[in-house]
DNA sequence: ATACTAAGTTTCAAATAATGAGACAGAATT
DNA sequence: AATTCTGTCTCATTATTTGAAACTTAGTAT
């Protein structure tokens, strides 16, 4: 519940809160209207928000004039912008590593012929860059940006485990630990004896831990300086595979994130709080 | 010149600029960064900003904190962050008309066997939010938020045209009027002339403006209550079509669009400024 | 119709945060 | 070793943000 508000009011850097000023305010409030999913009201963001409602109302205003949020006259309701769209090209295709990955996403996912992913992460949260899914042709568009609990996905876990110790405790702090399935870790006491696991194997599995009849392999992206920048899936399901089988993809996965990170060399690691 | 800065130091509505207070310089920063289109250092951005140093410096800072902004420590260089992707993608599975428009433009793009594509406008620019390319499989992909000259493109104009006066006025203000072929409008009289004959037709043409050999047909799309939520277009290159075989493909545009419309009655005008 | 309620908007003085000249530190270059 | 250039920090000044309260408008119940 606490937890809640600090993430809503600002960034938590290292325990405490670092608004950031009037800019990290009303970035909070844009965060907050686009995890809505839907077109909001100011009285139902006012439900939810620590601000008063006047305050509310001119960030609505400005982001609005800025063309962050989109506001609709006639149901006097607020939606994420266009503008965020024409800015995440830009970080799409120099901030992320996606473009370096891709071709060996690619690769990997139609020799396979299973969903692979390539995913960063941002503020304890997961997100996806990419996804290539070689067996359903024009599979879904557009969910570079979905987002997922890292304490419960392969593909969360494989990062989580190689962060630096400092970086690593404080996202660990900003997970959830709902319990979506009778495997998922509800503590970080068994997240993190999970995690060593996968530091040692250097391969993190999702057993069923985020949705029942999905299991997933994973590994790190690591930059000849052994530092992490994201990761690499591959998602089956059950009827498919069983979850020692997926070891069988072990050496693709590592062949894959080891030529990513290779060229990554020059890269930029995304620079967590 | 002066209106470059304009833009860069706030969003100019109605001949006045906004800025917005501190939100909007900071995000005015965000924007430049982006626009570079490869991660910059702090000197790189002083040399165009209007701020100075320490002021820019701190709004820098602000970015990263808040994720927006991804910085290289190696490098010393900035670049759009991926909370922009995240967020993007709450923008455009809502806000952006994309999801409602998709099946429509995948069955004419794959009736046709042409590139179609799917705009709105944001700040004076086109903004492309899908593109749907039936004859060559697995184009580009993470085209959704490139951006184009509103002033000589075929969906630029359609939306132009459509567009209630004062917002028209606004967004020709804001064309650049940049000669990039022979054909290529370079006075906004020119462009008016032309949005006429648009507004007349229910069409607009790219008659090689922005690029020489690419041609296209492209219609706005229009909400029951008649205003402009956005525009498709059908391009093509000149050795595959004349300019007049074009007007082939009008009835099948006008039903994709008048389609779209219908649907999207129950949507959101991007509330420009 | 009229009163009532709730949501959205505006006002304004107090509180707070942003500002930027200048000083400083560190790296790269001469 | 001296110089230059870039990035970082400080702090008094200045301008902006803030939010309680008042006001307006739209919707609902009486």
Avoid at 9 to 20: F, Q
Avoid at 26 to 53: W, Y
């Amino acid at each position: 519940m606490w937890r809640w508000l600090l993430v809503v009011v600002g960034r938590e850097v290292m325990g405490v809160v670092a608004t950031d000023g009037t800019v990290g305010k009303a970035l909070s409030v844009l965060d907050q209207v686009a995890s809505m999913g839907r077109p909001v009201r100011l009285r139902e963001l006012l439900e939810t928000s620590s601000f008063p409602k006047p305050t509310l109302y001119r960030f609505l205003q400005t982001l609005t004039n800025q063309g962050m949020l989109c506001y609709d006259p006639e149901q006097q309701t607020y939606a994420p912008g266009i503008r965020l769209v024409r800015l995440a090209h830009s970080a799409w295709s120099q901030a992320s590593l996606a473009p370096v990955a891709r071709p060996h996403i690619e690769k990997l996912a139609s020799s396979l012929r299973e969903a692979v992913h390539l995913a960063q992460i941002d503020n304890g949260q997961v997100v996806f860059i990419d996804k290539r899914q070689a067996s359903t042709r024009f599979a879904t568009l557009a969910q570079p940006g979905q987002v997922a609990p890292a304490y419960c996905t392969g593909i969360g876990k494989a990062i989580l485990a190689f962060l630096p110790e400092d970086e690593r405790d404080h996202a660990i702090q900003q997970q959830a630990f709902l319990q979506y399935t009778p495997n998922t870790h509800t503590t970080a006491q068994a997240l993190l004896a999970d995690l060593k696991a996968v530091q040692v194997d250097g391969i993190a599995y999702d057993r069923e831990e985020h949705e029942v009849g999905i299991i997933s392999i994973a590994a790190p992206i690591l930059t000849p300086s052994n530092r992490v920048v994201g990761a690499v899936s591959i998602a089956t399901a059950t009827n498919r595979y069983a979850l020692e089988e997926l070891e069988a993809f072990r050496p693709a996965l590592l062949d894959c994130v080891n030529q990513i990170g290779a060229e990554a060399q020059s890269w930029l690691p995304p620079s967590l709080p």
